[in-house]
């Protein structure tokens, strides 16, 4: 006969199951925050554009990625750089990102600003953002061919990626009017 | 109480005693949106996982018969593509007057009982990633040792070795996902007997909002005496719905898996002649109704 274990032994077992569970969010910078890190010292203004349907279609076909936010949310200066600020799907819940576009066109850098993901949190690190540096809406950014992938992480890597892409279409799109 | 039971209640508060205190320093893990299928998701390298499976299975063509199978499991990821687990499964059941599916000319002994089932190992390794292939593909292994069958109550010596070859392809952004699994598992029990499992199941799972999912989940479950393909003992077809949420500290799956229809529904005659059948399903060695809970923390 099996070893049966008394009615006391399995409540015990479903109350020590029954484990504390702490949710947490995680904002690593403000908007104000990103910018600094990003353009150190400079003055911005920010700006809500909203997207055209001919907008949408436009970054959609150039990027391959789908427009979700038709409102754009860009802080510009005087000298002619950006920063957009977008949010890029995650396994549970949005990651909030800033990607900044020099004058010349190029990313100057991008920063995570709210990450609450279970893993994946390599893609807040200097390396991992820095491949994009100098890239402009001519880059293939596909991860795998010119961003490496963040093993373990590879659903933020690509989703980030595929935004940092669709925001340098959007950038072009729209730069007459910032 | 003897000193046998007493060791086994010893060792199950301690492997439940010993989840906890993983557990309390949280931080998390390999979630599934699906209740019986496995996606090719794992767990990165370095990482432990706790989970457990709470599986509610009911209603048989006579008799009362309720049975919560219970599945703790922990998980580490030994690198990012592969993945190995330790299972405790136990359940508790409680019967009365049910039928043994094996002769149903006789009655299973009337119970209700907690029960250690078995220990297993699983080892999971991930061949290609749906996030950056064109398909996701992973392969199985669950080696296991069982003392109790919990279908029935009984004590039973028998290993078995389970196989599975998992497919999933994400759509949209990855908001929908689409899973297959083929499962193959042998048996073998004390006294030579042998029998081979077989099961496929497919399903689909939208996240249609940021934390929550919602799905739909397809199995079909065949058995084969002495593991001959030409001889199946019984399949039974499920499907239904699941919800899913997912959080970055701990996720959860409610699986409803009611069986469709299975064969042969017709399972022969009690000890007074009278035929015991149910007109669409197999109600031997599966129920009406599956209900799983999983949630899993990350340790």
């Known amino acids: 006969m099996a070893p049966r274990i008394s009615k006391t032994g399995f409540g015990f077992?479903?109350?020590?199951?029954?484990?504390p569970l702490v949710a947490y969010s995680q904002v690593y910078l403000t908007e104000d925050q990103a910018l600094q890190a990003i353009f150190p010292g400079e003055k911005f203004v920010r700006k809500?554009?909203?997207l055209s349907k001919n907008d949408i279609q436009t970054i959609e076909e150039k990027s391959n990625e789908r427009v979700r936010n038709t409102s754009?949310?860009?802080?510009?200066?005087?000298?002619?750089?950006v920063i957009l600020v977008d949010q890029a799907l995650g396994k549970h819940e949005f990651i909030t990102y800033a990607v900044g576009i020099t004058s010349k066109k190029q990313v100057k850098n991008i920063e995570i600003l709210e990450y609450r993901e279970t893993y994946g949190y390599q893609v807040r690190q200097e390396d991992w953002r820095k491949q994009f540096i100098g890239k402009d809406a001519t880059a293939t950014l596909k991860l795998n061919k010119d961003i490496v992938n963040i093993s373990g992480a590879t659903l933020s890597s690509s989703h980030i990626t595929g935004g940092v892409r669709r925001l340098l279409q959007t950038y072009e799109t729209i730069k007459e009017r910032l | 109480m003897t000193k046998t039971k007493s060791v086994k209640l010893f060792v199950t508060m301690l492997f439940a005693s010993t989840m906890t205190l993983f557990t309390q320093n949280t931080s998390f893990a390999d979630e599934s949106s699906f209740g019986y299928l496995y996606?090719?998701?794992?767990?990165p390298k370095g990482q432990w996982e706790f989970e457990q499976h709470q599986t509610a299975r009911s209603g048989k063509a006579r008799g009362s018969y309720f049975s919560l199978d219970l599945k703790d499991e922990i998980?580490?990821?030994?690198?990012d593509r592969l993945s190995g687990a330790l299972y405790l499964k136990s359940g508790y059941l409680t019967l009365t007057d049910v039928y043994n599916p094996e002769d149903v000319s006789t009655n299973l002994p009337n119970l209700s009982s907690y029960d250690i089932?078995?220990?297993?190992?699983?080892?999971k390794y991930r061949l290609l990633s749906p996030y950056t292939d064109a398909l996701g593909l992973t392969v199985y292994f669950e080696p296991e040792m069982s003392i109790r069958d919990h279908m029935t109550g009984e004590s039973k010596t028998e290993k078995s070795v389970e196989f599975r070859l998992i497919a999933q392809k994400n759509?949209?952004?990855?908001q929908l996902i689409f899973a297959s699994n083929l499962m193959l598992e042998p048996e073998w029990e004390g006294g030579g007997a042998k029998e081979l499992w077989f099961e496929w199941t497919?399903?689909?799972s939208y996240r249609f909002r940021e934390n929550w999912s919602l799905g739909l989940e397809f199995r079909n479950h065949r058995e084969y005496p002495n593991m001959d393909l030409g001889h199946q003992e019984h399949s039974a077809f499920f499907l239904g719905p699941n919800v899913h949420y997912g959080t970055q500290s701990w996720w959860a799956t409610l699986t409803l898996l009611p069986q469709i229809v299975g064969s042969p529904q017709n399972l022969g005659k009690d000890a007074n002649g009278i035929e015991i059948a149910d007109a669409t399903k197999h109600l031997g060695q599966h129920e009406k109704l599956e209900i799983r809970l999983k949630f899993g923390i990350n340790l």
């Open chain 2, 39 to 43: 996606t090719t998701d794992s767990l």
């Open chain 2, 75 to 79: 998980e580490y990821g030994i690198t």
């Open chain 2, 117 to 123: 089932n078995c220990v297993s190992l699983e080892f």
């Open chain 1, 13 to 19: 077992l479903l109350t020590t199951s029954a484990i």
């Open chain 1, 72 to 81: 754009v949310v860009a802080w510009v200066n005087a000298i002619g750089n």
């Open chain 1, 48 to 50: 809500i554009l909203e």
């Open chain 2, 202 to 204: 497919m399903g689909s």
């Open chain 2, 171 to 174: 759509f949209f952004d990855d």
